[in-house]
């Protein structure tokens, strides 16, 4: 399964469990076992580099289980194959998202003007609550 230009996954690394889904379908959600749950082995995946594979799980939020795996479950659709289809695309993006290196931040000053105009505004404010206080004669 290719990624990236750089980043294939292999076969092996991927399992495919099928299931019944729940919701609609009539009787024939009873027979068919159309969700699915796809589960990637990251953790072990000699394609991935560390840096990805640490953005991955932070990405991942809670379908990265303890054994360092990506599960993805799907039962949107009624067709096995299309579920299928959408585990497999959800993985894809995920990593792709994954393998984009975040820019660096540059620490900036605020500028003096910019200092200046929120304690103007303050000033402002203060004055303006200050005149709401009782009425004297």
Do not use: C, Y
């Not at 796809?38 to 991942?60: G, I, M, N, T």
């Not at 990265?64 to 959408?86: D, F, L």
């Amino acid at each position: 399964m290719q990624i990236t230009p750089d980043i294939t996954i292999a076969d092996w690394e991927i399992s495919e469990s099928f299931m019944r889904a729940s919701g609609p379908g009539g009787q024939n959600v009873n027979k068919v076992s159309s969700a699915v749950e796809l589960r990637f082995e990251a953790e072990r995946s000699p394609h991935l580099p560390a840096a990805v594979k640490r953005r991955l799980q932070r990405l991942a939020g809670r379908r990265w289980t303890k054994e360092g795996a990506v599960v993805i479950q799907v039962s949107e659709e009624r067709s096995q194959a299309r579920n299928r289809e959408i585990a497999r695309t959800r993985l894809a993006d995920l990593i792709r998202r994954a393998a984009e290196k975040p820019k660096n931040r540059i620490k900036t000053r605020v500028s003096l003007g910019q200092k200046r105009k929120r304690v103007e505004a303050k000033k402002q404010r203060g004055n303006l609550k200050a005149l709401r206080g009782p009425v004297e004669d």
